[in-house]
C-alpha cells in the first residue's frame, strides 16, 4: 500500500477519529497511527496478516472499539489494559493461546470477541468486567467452564465448537446471564448442571450437537422451570 494512500487515510481520521484499513496485507500495526492518539476512537484492521500488537497500542486512550479479526496475533500486550474506554474488542480468527491478566482491566467493555483461536483455557478474571454484555469464546479448544465463571456480569457466553465436556454448576448464578451456547461440544447429558434448568436466569441453552439428544433434556429436573423462560422470552421478542 503506497504511502499517499496512507496519508489521506490518516487525514480522514483525524476528522472522524475512525481508521479503518481492512485486507490490504499489513504485516505490522501502522506506526503513523501513533500521531492520532488522542483523536482515534475506533481501529479496524482486520483481514491482514498482522503478527505483533505494539505495546504502544496503550496510548490509544480514546480507544472506543478495536477490531482485529483474521490476523495472525499470538499474543496480545500487557499494555492493552490501560484502554479504559473501550467497549468492544473483537479478535476473531487469530492464533491466541491466552490473554494478559491486564484485560481485566478494561473497565467499559460490553464486547469481547475471541472466537476462532486457540485458547485451551477459559480466560480468567473476566469477573472484574462489571460492563459485560457479550463474551464470544467459540471455535477455541476450551475443555472445561470453571467454577470462577459464576463472576461474570456477560449477559451472552458462546462456546459454541470447543471440546467442553464439562461444566460447572456454579454457571447458574451467573447475575445477568440469559444465552449459553455449549452447540457442538463434548457433553453427556449428565454434564449439563440441573441448576441452569431449575435455578438460573438463562432463557436459552443452546446445546446442539453434542453427545446426546437434545429432546432428552425433558426429563431433566428443572427443565419445565427452564421452559418458562424460554417461552416468556420468546413472546417478549415476537
Not at 473497565?107 to 477459559?122: E, I, M, P, S, Y
Amino acid at each position: 500500500m503506497g504511502n499517499s494512500a496512507l496519508k489521506s487515510h490518516l487525514e480522514t481520521s483525524q476528522k472522524t477519529g475512525v481508521f479503518q484499513l481492512t485486507g490490504k496485507g499489513l504485516v505490522e500495526f501502522p506506526e503513523e497511527l501513533q500521531r492520532l492518539t488522542a483523536n482515534l476512537r475506533t481501529v479496524d484492521l482486520s483481514s491482514n496478516k498482522i503478527e505483533v500488537l505494539p505495546a504502544a497500542i496503550g496510548n490509544f486512550l480514546q480507544l472506543k472499539s478495536l477490531t482485529l479479526n483474521s490476523n495472525k496475533l499470538t499474543s496480545i500486550p500487557s499494555e492493552m489494559g490501560k484502554l479504559k474506554k473501550l467497549e468492544t474488542l473483537s479478535l476473531n480468527g487469530n492464533q491466541l493461546q491466552q490473554l494478559p491478566a491486564s484485560l481485566n482491566q478494561l473497565k467499559a467493555l460490553r464486547t469481547l470477541c475471541l472466537a476462532g483461536n486457540q485458547l485451551r483455557d477459559f480466560p480468567s478474571g473476566l469477573g472484574t468486567l462489571r460492563q459485560l454484555d457479550l463474551l464470544d469464546l467459540s471455535r477455541n479448544r476450551i475443555q472445561n467452564v470453571p467454577a470462577e465463571v459464576s463472576e461474570l456480569q456477560a449477559i451472552e457466553i458462546n462456546l459454541n465448537q470447543n471440546q467442553i465436556s464439562a461444566v460447572a454448576a456454579s454457571v447458574s448464578r451467573c447475575p445477568r446471564l440469559k444465552v449459553l451456547r455449549l452447540e457442538e461440544n463434548c457433553l453427556e447429558l449428565s454434564s449439563i448442571p440441573l441448576s441452569i434448568l431449575g435455578e438460573s436466569q438463562v432463557s436459552l441453552l443452546s446445546v446442539e450437537g453434542n453427545l446426546f439428544e437434545v429432546k432428552r433434556m425433558r426429563d431433566l429436573e428443572g427443565y419445565d422451570k427452564y421452559m418458562e423462560r424460554f417461552t416468556a422470552t420468546k413472546k417478549k421478542f415476537s
